[in-house]
């Protein structure tokens, strides 16, 4: 059954993208202007969830289905989740907020991304009617918020080791202390990534009668575990510098970016051939 | 002692993730590359886990993170026991059929798979219904089936989708391969009568070819041409049920014209007599067995709730440090050492 609704889906997209892109002037400008605007960025970022948040039921409540078919929902509901996630953690835990700085024009990579992508609706396959879908689509994204709120620190980190930027960002708390952070935000993002593998594949195995067959989603997420565990033993073996730390977690996130948005965007549909 | 320290070493833990990332990228890309790839590395992680278990302190000391390793050690074992009695196979059953484990065709047998299980399935297939959404995009597929329990009563329920049909450790799986099969009997010049199903292709995916040749015990190959009634609507919602399954055939030799049969009527042809019964549906399944499912997933699911309860005892819970100092001293912001 379609609803008619008094503002369109595109509005509340746009409105969320603004929200977004407010929240990361307001973080850049605070640095630049040396001011602390972590309130402003704080209300825009969740502003923008919350606009996003409308966009998804009004689209789920018009086509009949949540977001979960085809790119343009899987940004939509990325856009929101990564927003919520982040504001969360930016607001419980005051170390992540430099991170910021990064993990802002990241989610302003992504609502640039929706805003030209094709909005169609799809049929959403029997094998979806099951709620381990939301379980396993669940537990990844709150992998990816945690593994975002990490990279941002990380990259915060290895920026201000550019002498260029050293003056600017001199008075960023002590750089052992973001790194802990940083890491046990990756620890966390380990623990539903696993989580993630796990929900994936008993729905796998329901779905279509095999729990693991190395389909492009599925390696692509393995490798992303393995990088992570890779890291974390490599760190506490090795004793490693901090940016060799940071640079791990770089490729672990674009690791797990690409298996989220390439992969997918690649083959049409989240796991090739399996609809 | 210097094997046991190397091998249980957290560097060679590296090494060995490194190895199997690689080995996981080479099968990826060229899927024909040996298992080899993959499966040489796990051995090492495997080993390298079984010495660390043995050896490794921090583990002795450290119960939620051991019990993390032991069952990432217990799901590679688990796995590969699975690999060894692992089935998968394909079969097409027709309405009114009973399931017969000689008609399976085997896509993958473990080295120790138990055959004998198989020949304990009993089931009969039963009415087929697919849900269509316009442009033929398939919906739900429901497929009822009598199961026969070991004290010989009939137990009816309907599979399909994700909910397959679980019998003597073997799982069936409903596919989107489904269509008619022709239903015919067999008169032959000594009176005995024999009856049995010709399938056509899967349906409606190739609506426009249901054709197939059927070879009569007589030895003559004949072509049989399904005209089924249903519509395929293109532009709206229909369901493709084997309730309403009709349609007439035409019977053809040696390339002519052929004789258009309804059901129940016959033709004689060299050798006998040939009745067209009428059509039914039949349903493809997929059928897999794996005794271990079960097991990897409560290893996993034990695994990771103890590495969480790992972080949190051990790291989250503890406050960061605050001072300024060597960083190399600190470990997710604890202090290790005093340098
Ligand atoms: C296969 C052989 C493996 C060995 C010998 C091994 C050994 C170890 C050891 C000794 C530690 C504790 C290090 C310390 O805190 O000093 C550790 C931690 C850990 N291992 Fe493994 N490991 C293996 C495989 C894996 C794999 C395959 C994964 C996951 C994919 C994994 C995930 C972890 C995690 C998440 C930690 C905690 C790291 C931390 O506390 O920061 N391990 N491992």
Same mark, same amino acid.
């Given at each position: 059954?379609?609803?008619?609704?008094?503002?369109?889906?595109?509005?509340?997209?746009?409105?969320?993208?603004?929200?977004?892109?407010?929240?990361?002037?307001?973080?850049?400008?605070?640095?630049?202007?040396?001011?602390?605007? !972590?309130?402003?960025?704080?209300?825009?970022?969740?502003?923008?969830?919350?606009?996003?948040?409308?966009?998804?039921?009004?689209?789920?409540?018009?086509?009949?289905?949540?977001?979960?078919? =085809?790119?343009?929902?899987?940004?939509?509901? =990325?856009?929101?989740?990564?927003?919520?996630?982040?504001?969360?953690?930016?607001?419980?835990?005051?170390?992540?907020?430099?991170?910021?700085?990064?993990?802002?024009?990241?989610?302003?990579?992504?609502?640039?991304?929706?805003?030209?992508?094709?909005?169609?609706?799809?049929?959403?396959?029997?094998?979806?009617?099951?709620?381990?879908?939301?379980?396993?689509?669940?537990?990844?994204?709150?992998?990816?918020?945690?593994?975002?709120?990490?990279?941002?620190?990380?990259?915060?980190?290895?920026?201000?080791?550019?002498?260029?930027?050293?003056?600017?960002?001199?008075?960023?708390?002590?750089?052992?202390?973001?790194?802990?952070?940083?890491?046990?935000?990756?620890?966390?993002?380990?623990?539903?990534?696993?989580?993630?593998?796990?929900?994936?594949?008993?729905?796998?195995?329901?779905?279509?009668?095999?729990?693991?067959?190395? !389909?492009?989603?599925?390696?692509?997420?393995?490798?992303?575990?393995?990088?992570?565990?890779?890291?974390?033993?490599?760190?506490?073996?090795?004793?490693?510098?901090?940016?060799?730390?940071?640079?791990?977690?770089?490729?672990?996130?674009?690791?797990?970016?690409?298996?989220?948005?390439?992969?997918?965007?690649?083959?049409?549909?989240?796991?090739?051939?399996?609809? | 002692?210097?094997?046991?320290?190397?091998?249980?070493?957290?560097?060679?833990?590296?090494?060995?993730?490194?190895?199997?990332?690689?080995?996981?990228?080479?099968?990826?890309?060229?899927?024909?590359?040996?298992?080899?790839?993959?499966?040489?590395?796990?051995?090492?992680?495997?080993?390298?886990?079984?010495?660390?278990?043995?050896?490794?302190?921090?583990?002795?000391?450290?119960?939620?993170?051991?019990?993390?390793?032991?069952?990432?050690?217990?799901?590679?074992?688990?796995?590969?026991?699975?690999?060894?009695?692992?089935?998968?196979?394909?079969?097409?059953?027709?309405?009114?059929?009973?399931?017969?484990?000689?008609?399976?065709?085997?896509?993958?047998?473990?080295?120790?798979?138990?055959?004998?299980?198989?020949?304990?399935?009993?089931?009969?297939?039963? #009415?087929?219904?697919?849900?269509?959404?316009?442009?033929?995009?398939?919906?739900?597929?429901?497929?009822?089936?009598?199961? *026969?329990?070991?004290?010989?009563?009939?137990?009816?329920?309907?599979?399909?989708?994700?909910?397959?049909?679980?019998?003597?450790?073997?799982?069936?799986?409903?596919?989107?391969?489904?269509?008619?099969?022709?239903?015919?009997?067999?008169?032959?010049? #000594?009176?005995?009568?024999?009856?049995?199903?010709?399938?056509?292709?899967?349906?409606?995916?190739?609506?426009?070819?249901?054709?197939?040749?059927?070879?009569?015990?007589?030895?003559?190959?004949?072509?049989?041409?399904?005209?089924?009634?249903?519509?395929?609507?293109?532009?709206?919602?229909?369901?493709? #049920?084997?309730?309403?399954?009709?349609?007439?055939?035409?019977?053809?030799?040696?390339?002519?014209?052929?004789?258009?049969?309804?059901?129940?009527?016959?033709?004689?042809?060299?050798?006998?007599?040939?009745?067209?019964?009428?059509?039914?549906?039949?349903?493809?399944?997929?059928?897999?067995? #794996?005794?271990?499912?079960?097991?990897?997933?409560?290893?996993?699911?034990?695994?990771?709730?103890?590495?969480?309860?790992?972080?949190?005892?051990?790291?989250?819970?503890?406050?960061?440090?605050? *001072?300024?100092?060597?960083?190399?001293?600190?470990?997710?912001?604890?202090?290790?050492?005093?340098?």
């Amino acid at each position: 059954m379609a609803f008619a609704f008094p503002i369109p889906e595109a509005v509340w997209l746009w409105s969320g993208v603004l929200g977004y892109t407010g929240s990361a002037v307001a973080a850049w400008t605070g640095l630049r202007v040396r001011r602390n605007h !972590d309130a402003i960025v704080l209300a825009l970022l969740s502003a923008g969830a919350l606009m996003f948040a409308i966009a998804i039921t009004e689209r789920w409540l018009q086509v009949g289905h949540g977001p979960f078919l =085809n790119m343009f929902e899987i940004l939509l509901s =990325n856009l929101f989740s990564l927003g919520l996630i982040y504001a969360l953690v930016f607001w419980r835990i005051p170390l992540v907020r430099p991170g910021a700085l990064v993990v802002l024009p990241v989610l302003l990579i992504l609502s640039a991304w929706i805003l030209v992508v094709p909005s169609r609706a799809g049929l959403l396959p029997p094998s979806y009617d099951t709620v381990l879908l939301w379980v396993h689509v669940g537990v990844g994204k709150v992998f990816l918020g945690f593994c975002l709120a990490a990279v941002g620190l990380a990259g915060i980190l290895l920026v201000k080791q550019l002498a260029v930027c050293r003056p600017m960002l001199g008075g960023l708390p002590d750089e052992a202390l973001l790194d802990a952070v940083a890491w046990r935000m990756m620890m966390l993002a380990f623990v539903f990534h696993s989580l993630m593998l796990i929900a994936g594949a008993v729905w796998a195995q329901d779905a279509w009668g095999r729990y693991w067959d190395w !389909d492009p989603l599925e390696t692509w997420a393995f490798l992303t575990w393995l990088a992570l565990a890779a890291s974390l033993h490599a760190r506490i073996t090795w004793k490693l510098p901090l940016w060799v730390g940071w640079l791990l977690i770089v490729v672990v996130f674009v690791l797990a970016f690409l298996t989220f948005f390439g992969v997918p965007f690649l083959s049409v549909a989240p796991h090739k051939g399996m609809i | 002692m210097y094997l046991s320290s190397a091998l249980s070493s957290v560097k060679l833990t590296v090494a060995g993730i490194i190895a199997l990332a690689g080995g996981i990228l080479v099968t990826y890309k060229t899927p024909a590359a040996a298992a080899a790839w993959v499966v040489l590395p796990l051995c090492l992680l495997a080993l390298n886990l079984l010495f660390a278990i043995c050896f490794n302190v921090r583990f002795r000391r450290q119960a939620g993170l051991m019990t993390f390793h032991l069952c990432l050690l217990t799901i590679v074992l688990l796995a590969a026991w699975g690999r060894l009695t692992v089935f998968r196979g394909h079969v097409e059953l027709a309405q009114g059929q009973s399931f017969d484990p000689s008609t399976v065709v085997t896509d993958q047998r473990g080295f120790w798979h138990p055959w004998k299980k198989l020949q304990r399935v009993r089931f009969e297939q039963g #009415d087929i219904r697919v849900q269509y959404a316009p442009k033929l995009r398939r919906g739900i597929t429901q497929s009822t089936v009598a199961m *026969q329990t070991p004290d010989g009563q009939s137990r009816v329920s309907t599979v399909g989708d994700i909910y397959p049909l679980k019998a003597a450790g073997y799982r069936f799986y409903t596919t989107s391969n489904k269509g008619y099969a022709l239903v015919l009997s067999w008169r032959g010049a #000594d009176g005995n009568v024999q009856r049995g199903a010709v399938h056509l292709p899967s349906f409606p995916l190739n609506e426009w070819k249901q054709i197939n040749t059927w070879v009569t015990p007589a030895g003559t190959a004949v072509g049989l041409e399904f005209h089924p009634e249903t519509e395929v609507p293109l532009d709206s919602h229909w369901l493709l #049920d084997s309730r309403n399954s009709a349609g007439s055939i035409t019977v053809s030799m040696n390339g002519d014209d052929g004789v258009e049969l309804e059901a129940g009527e016959q033709i004689m042809l060299p050798g006998g007599t040939l009745r067209y019964e009428g059509p039914r549906m039949w349903m493809g399944y997929v059928i897999f067995y #794996d005794p271990t499912l079960a097991w990897l997933l409560a290893a996993a699911l034990i695994g990771v709730l103890a590495m969480a309860w790992h972080f949190w005892a051990s790291i989250w819970s503890r406050p960061l440090t605050t *001072q300024s100092i060597d960083s190399k001293a600190l470990v997710h912001g604890i202090r290790v050492s005093n340098t």
